[in-house]
């Protein structure tokens, strides 16, 4: 476990296997694609987190601006203004909070306000002042693989061998990390499914994932509601299966990426993934 990210509950766990981290979305933003709109009432998204970390996730995820393929950014100031004072509030509440932002001053701000982990979706290259924020503050860092910014990330989607092109991508960011002074324990990976990819490269990133838990870092795997799972499970008339109907699908690539050896994963429900989790670690315990 890098970091030493606490585990709720006290009961030691039994040897085996490690039991995967749950992190919870928590979008308090208008637009993000599946949750945007719900919880940017304060009180909306306390009680959204605290009742994730009663459903089992380890991690609530805030995130204050959203990254949708389309979506226009906002300045740092709305972004600091939607997730401070939630962010303060779920760790009164003693949850494990991460701050979802590619900027160091809403990271730093959320740092403050009682935030353990940076997931940063630019894997450090949107803003050139988050490896002090994270070297200086000792929190942990989601480095995702990322090529821009959401409003022309899909353009950026080609390689010559996506798993190999990822790869190498994200080790540079490691290097980038490490060489700013940031600790290597403090490191996860996250191969940035949607994020200037297609669904058949997401597909290729799934079917991959050993390739980046062999890294030797914590891997991330973020697959919830996206659109390649509507695409796959579209209707007779071609028409994707619709955002709230996901679910199903959504736990079967956790399942597969539990089965890889992924640390964590990052999604919406976070009861169903709990219960899937719970059957995954039986069964690996019984081997
Ligand atoms: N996906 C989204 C946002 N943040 N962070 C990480 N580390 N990995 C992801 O795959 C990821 C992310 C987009 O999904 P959302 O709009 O549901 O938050």
Same mark, same amino acid.
């Given at each position: 476990?890098?970091?030493?990210? !606490?585990?709720?509950?006290?009961?030691?766990? $039994?040897?085996?296997?490690?039991? !995967?981290?749950?992190?919870?979305?928590?979008?308090?933003?208008?637009?993000?694609?599946?949750?945007? #709109?719900?919880?940017?009432?304060?009180?909306?998204?306390?009680?959204?987190?605290?009742?994730?970390?009663? &459903?089992?996730?380890?991690?609530?995820?805030?995130?204050?601006?959203? *990254?949708? $393929?389309?979506?226009?950014?906002?300045?740092?100031?709305? &972004?600091?203004?939607?997730?401070?004072?939630?962010?303060?509030?779920?760790?009164?509440?003693?949850?494990?909070?991460?701050?979802?932002? *590619?900027?160091?001053?809403?990271?730093?701000?959320?740092?403050?306000?009682?935030?353990?982990?940076?997931?940063?979706?630019? #894997?450090?290259?949107?803003? $050139?002042?988050?490896?002090?924020?994270? =070297?200086?503050?000792?929190?942990?860092?989601?480095?995702?693989?990322?090529?821009?910014?959401?409003?022309?990330?899909?353009?950026?989607?080609?390689?010559?061998?996506?798993?190999?092109?990822?790869?190498?991508?994200?080790?540079?960011?490691?290097?980038?990390?490490?060489?700013?002074?940031?600790?290597?324990?403090?490191?996860?990976?996250?191969?940035?499914?949607?994020?200037?990819?297609?669904? &058949?490269?997401?597909?290729?990133?799934?079917?991959?994932?050993?390739?980046?838990?062999?890294? #030797?870092?914590?891997?991330?795997?973020?697959?919830?509601?996206?659109?390649?799972?509507? #695409?796959?499970?579209?209707? =007779?008339?071609?028409?994707?299966? !619709?955002?709230?109907?996901?679910?199903?699908?959504?736990?079967?690539?956790?399942?597969?990426?539990?089965?890889?050896?992924?640390? /964590?994963?990052?999604?919406?429900?976070? =009861? /169903?993934?709990?219960?899937?989790?719970?059957?995954?670690?039986?069964?690996?315990?019984?081997?």
């Amino acid at each position: 476990m890098p970091g030493g990210l !606490p585990h709720r509950g006290i009961a030691p766990e $039994p040897a085996g296997p490690a039991r !995967p981290v749950i992190m919870g979305v928590l979008n308090v933003t208008p637009d993000s694609f599946s949750d945007g #709109g719900r919880y940017l009432d304060f009180d909306d998204a306390v009680s959204h987190g605290e009742q994730m970390g009663a &459903e089992g996730a380890d991690l609530i995820d805030v995130g204050g601006e959203s *990254t949708r $393929p389309g979506a226009e950014r906002v300045d740092a100031a709305t &972004e600091i203004a939607r997730v401070v004072d939630v962010v303060a509030a779920l760790s009164e509440r003693s949850l494990a909070v991460s701050i979802d932002t *590619t900027r160091a001053a809403v990271a730093a701000a959320a740092i403050d306000a009682g935030a353990s982990v940076v997931n940063d979706v630019s #894997g450090g290259l949107a803003d $050139p002042d988050m490896s002090r924020v994270v =070297a200086d503050t000792g929190a942990l860092w989601v480095l995702m693989h990322w090529r821009g910014h959401s409003s022309d990330m899909q353009r950026l989607a080609r390689y010559e061998n996506v798993v190999a092109d990822v790869k190498a991508e994200l080790e540079d960011r490691v290097e980038a990390a490490l060489d700013s002074g940031v600790d290597r324990s403090k490191l996860i990976l996250d191969p940035g499914l949607g994020f200037a990819k297609s669904a &058949e490269h997401n597909w290729r990133l799934s079917a991959h994932l050993d390739e980046f838990v062999a890294l #030797g870092y914590p891997v991330l795997f973020g697959s919830s509601r996206k659109s390649y799972l509507g #695409g796959l499970l579209e209707d =007779a008339s071609g028409k994707p299966r !619709p955002v709230g109907r996901r679910e199903a699908a959504t736990l079967a690539t956790s399942v597969l990426a539990f089965e890889a050896g992924v640390w /964590g994963v990052r999604v919406h429900d976070v =009861a /169903g993934t709990a219960d899937a989790r719970a059957v995954w670690l039986a069964t690996r315990r019984a081997r």
